[in-house]
């Protein structure tokens, strides 16, 4: 995200105002982020937003339209802008799209770790599967027809009906648990590097006037992505350390990125050639990675199963749900 420019903004000038203001920012940025990350996480043991309630379902739509407005609105716009700008040195980066094509290389590379790390715990999650089994078996194993063999086969069918309940079966496909798993950690990746450029963008600035309109945009604005985040980790069943790691360096991030920007602002130069190429690259790669994860990934394999069996209310609640996650956070364009 570029800190936008204001007329007069030599006169909006001050450096003590700006500092101010930012130490407000990282402390406004940090609770929404927190409280956005921590309500699918900790609401998930109330019932209306258990992972097989349709409430949760409505989160988890409302969250895949706020990932994928944030690759179209806010990421992919910007990059274009930072690419394109006159000041860029070499006609190449004028005249060839950057933005979009660093945007399809970054989809297709996250298509390739998406298999490589669907690969990956798949086959992990099957050998801890058979490793369980083999133990199960070699540290008892009662004679056949028993009392003892036929309540351990029942045992072990109720094993098997537990986890096909929650999606844990593979049956010749990619476990709902696996994918979940795989899809909150590329989501993560593709979210905090766009909330570090943002961060490092407030940070270098000195002008009060755009600081102070961003404080309340940014904090909205990553209440809602940590809100879409938290609802995608909660189903990967992650343990409670894990969960409170990943939510924990999304929240820092933005406020990290603002801390950064306040030791470099000396020096830095956000208007440098340089800096734009490189935010306007990362600020793409960002975009090409949650545009990939929200139509694949979270739209067609979450949203469209979902609504495969579900009820017409369900259905009608989850596309305006996303709906209205995709428009609010459009509408925080405006100022973010």
Not at 20 to 40: E, Q, R
Not at 109 to 127: N, V, W
């Amino acid at each position: 995200m570029e800190v936008p420019m204001v007329a007069g903004d030599g006169e909006c000038r001050d450096e003590e105002a700006a500092m101010h203001l930012k130490l407000v920012a990282i402390a406004a940025i940090l609770v929404a982020s927190i409280a956005g990350v921590a309500i699918p996480l900790a609401g998930r043991r109330q019932r209306f937003l258990r992972s097989d309630g349709g409430g949760f379902a409505f989160v988890e739509a409302f969250g895949a339209g706020v990932i994928l407005a944030t690759g179209f609105v806010h990421m992919l716009p910007e990059a274009e802008e930072s690419l394109a700008d006159a000041a860029m040195p070499a006609r190449a980066w004028t005249e060839f799209p950057f933005a979009g094509f660093a945007a399809m290389v970054a989809a297709l590379g996250t298509l390739a770790l998406d298999f490589i790390g669907t690969t990956f715990y798949e086959r992990k999650h099957g050998a801890e599967k058979g490793k369980q089994k083999a133990e199960r078996v070699g540290v008892w194993s009662p004679s056949p027809g028993s009392d003892e063999f036929n309540d351990d086969a029942m045992h072990i069918i109720g094993v098997h009906a537990h986890a096909a309940a929650h999606g844990e079966v593979d049956g010749g496909g990619v476990s709902s648990h696996v994918r979940h798993v795989v899809v909150s950690q590329i989501l993560e990746l593709g979210i905090v590097s766009h909330s570090v450029t943002i961060g490092l963008s407030l940070g270098v600035s000195q002008n009060p006037c755009t600081i102070r309109p961003l404080i309340a945009a940014l904090s909205f604005h990553q209440f809602f992505e940590g809100f879409a985040l938290g609802a995608y980790i909660s189903q990967a069943r992650f343990s409670s350390l894990k969960e409170a790691v990943m939510a924990c360096f999304f929240a820092l991030t933005t406020p990290g990125g603002i801390g950064l920007g306040l030791s470099a602002a000396s020096f830095y130069d956000p208007d440098s050639p340089t800096a734009m190429a490189a935010e306007g690259l990362l600020d793409s790669i960002s975009a090409g990675i949650l545009i990939y994860m929200a139509l694949v990934d979270l739209v067609a394999a979450d949203f469209l199963d979902r609504l495969k069996n579900g009820s017409t209310s369900l259905r009608v609640g989850s596309y305006i749900a996303l709906f209205l996650g995709a428009g609010l956070m459009s509408l925080l364009a405006l100022r973010a």
